[in-house]
C-alpha cells in the first residue's frame, strides 16, 4: 500500500522526495485507495495554492494554475508508470470503527489499513508514524 505522503513527496520536492522515489522504483504490486488518491490531489493542490478546505475551493474555482494542471498530469503519469492499481476498501464499517478506536487512527488512516488487512496486505510505504501502531502492517521506507 502506498500512502499519499509518498506520492506527494515524489511530485513536489520535499525533505523525503529522494526516499519516495526510491520506495515506489522499489514497489512490487504497489496499490492505493481511492481516499488515497484524493489526499495526494487535495494535498498537492493545497501545496500549489497555498490554501485548504474553503478557500482552496474558491482558488480552484478561479483558476487553475499551470502548477496545478501539470500536478495533476505527473500524478496520471506516476500512477501509469509504476503500474498503481486503485482497490475498493472493504464495506465492513464495523471493522474500520474498530481500527479508528484500537489503534487511535484518523479515519482515512483507518480505511487504509483496514484496506490493506481486508486484502492481507503487510507492508505500507508511508512517512506516517501513526501507522506504527498498527501491528498487522510493516512500515516500508522510513526512519520511523
Known amino acids: 500500500m502506498i500512502d499519499a505522503n509518498i506520492i506527494v513527496s515524489f ?61 495533476m498530469s505527473n500524478l496520471r503519469t506516476l500512477i501509469d508508470k509504476f503500474n498503481i492499481n486503485i482497490i475498493h476498501p472493504p464495506k465492513n464499517i464495523e471493522m474500520i470503527s474498530d481500527i479508528i478506536t484500537k489503534y487511535r487512527l484518523m479515519p482515512n488512516d483507518a480505511i487504509i489499513a483496514a484496506t490493506c488487512h481486508h486484502y492481507g496486505i503487510r507492508c505500507i510505504a508511508t512517512f506516517d508514524s501513526d501507522f506504527k501502531r498498527v501491528e498487522f502492517l510493516e512500515i516500508v521506507g522510513s526512519s520511523l
Not at 522526495?17 to 522499489?26: C, M, N, P, S, Y
Not at 490531489?41 to 483558476?63: A, H, M, P
Request: hydrophobic letters at 40%.
Open 11 to 71: 511530485l513536489i520536492q520535499a525533505e523525503d522526495t529522494d526516499r519516495a522515489k526510491e520506495i515506489l522504483h522499489d514497489a512490487l504490486e504497489p496499490v492505493i485507495t481511492l481516499s488515497v488518491l484524493e489526499e495526494s490531489i487535495y494535498i498537492g493542490l493545497s501545496l500549489i495554492y497555498g490554501s485548504r478546505g474553503f478557500r482552496l475551493r474558491e482558488d480552484i474555482k478561479k483558476d487553475m494554475k499551470d502548477d496545478a494542471r501539470k500536478y
